[in-house]
């Protein structure tokens, strides 16, 4: 039997539902999964910009998908994209979907994993400032992406030895302390501990010889330290594929990997292949999860224009 996917429109105000929709009635889409369409379009919400009302059409939406999985209906959830302003001025009370997906189901640890064809990269620090990083970059986000990534590649991917590769902070990876120091005094002591724990993880090394090395079939995923580091090599490899798969979760949600796009919204221009990629992944991992819920707590927290992933 194929799996059912629910699959939410997004911002009404943005290429969410036309994407969507054009998605689900794609012959690949059909042909491994049962699509179910969650939400509504609404004509009197003007398209090209945020708005309260186009928050709260996009949180309804989410809110019946979650819906659909909690009763059993659906085997996966798949989100098109909504705009973090439109939740802000709906006073949604979270930055985005993943956040909200995680108090929903009760987990404290959660990753963001973006998928480009054979390129994975899990973000260990995800929407901050760039400034920030060397701040939320600590031993708990670190060993609690390593997990998550782990358990990934060996439950999903069915891998029986994962190989995860931990990317440098800094340039060359703070060439033994003379560009910075976060390598030595935090990324090799979290790696001696898991390695002792039982995961095979490389690192830290140079981010562009880690997404070279995985291009070429070394590594089953990349650990970035920080969002672009993750983000543009797989937007360069295979842009027209990128998707967001949340890890953590006691069932399986991917995006695609941009945003609303409100430039183009009902232009007709908007491209489908990202949505049908994110609606495929989900249909294939859905049938083979049963629980990606873990047990220990952290301290973690051209495709369409214009995009955010989410």
């Not at 909200?100 to 260990?124: C, F, N, P, T």
Request: net charge positive; charged share 20%; hydrophobic share 45%.
């Amino acid at each position: 039997m194929k799996p059912r996917v629910a699959i939410t429109l997004g911002d009404p105000a943005g290429i969410g539902p036309e994407i969507a929709v054009a998605a689900a009635r794609a012959r690949r889409v059909l042909s491994v999964c049962e699509p179910l369409l969650v939400g509504h379009r609404l004509p009197r919400i003007p398209l090209g910009r945020p708005s309260k009302a186009a928050g709260l059409a996009a949180i309804a939406a989410l809110q019946e998908g979650v819906a659909l999985i909690q009763a059993g209906q659906a085997q996966a959830l798949v989100t098109a994209p909504v705009s973090k302003e439109s939740f802000a001025l709906a006073d949604y009370g979270f930055p985005g979907h993943t956040e909200w997906l995680a108090q929903q189901s009760g987990i404290k640890e959660y990753g963001m994993l973006m998928v480009a064809d054979h390129l994975r990269a899990l973000l260990v620090t995800r929407h901050i400032p760039l400034s920030q990083v060397p701040e939320k970059l600590n031993r708990d986000s670190i060993a609690v992406a390593a997990r998550l990534g782990f358990n990934f590649v060996r439950d999903l991917l069915k891998k029986k030895n994962p190989r995860l590769v931990l990317c440098g902070l800094n340039p060359h990876a703070g060439d033994h302390g003379l560009l910075g120091t976060e390598e030595d005094r935090l990324l090799r002591p979290v790696l001696k501990t898991l390695k002792r724990q039982g995961l095979a993880i490389t690192g830290p090394i140079a981010a562009d010889a880690a997404f070279r090395d995985m291009a070429r079939g070394a590594y089953d995923m990349a650990l970035a330290c920080y969002h672009d580091q993750g983000m543009i090599p797989l937007k360069v490899f295979a842009s027209e594929r990128m998707v967001n798969i949340t890890l953590g979760l006691p069932y399986i949600r991917t995006s695609p990997a941009h945003g609303t796009a409100y430039d183009i919204a009902g232009k007709k221009k908007a491209k489908t292949g990202p949505m049908i990629e994110a609606i495929l992944l989900a249909a294939k991992y859905g049938g083979r999860a049963q629980s990606q819920t873990p047990t220990r707590k952290a301290n973690t927290e051209k495709p369409n224009r214009k995009t955010r992933d989410s």
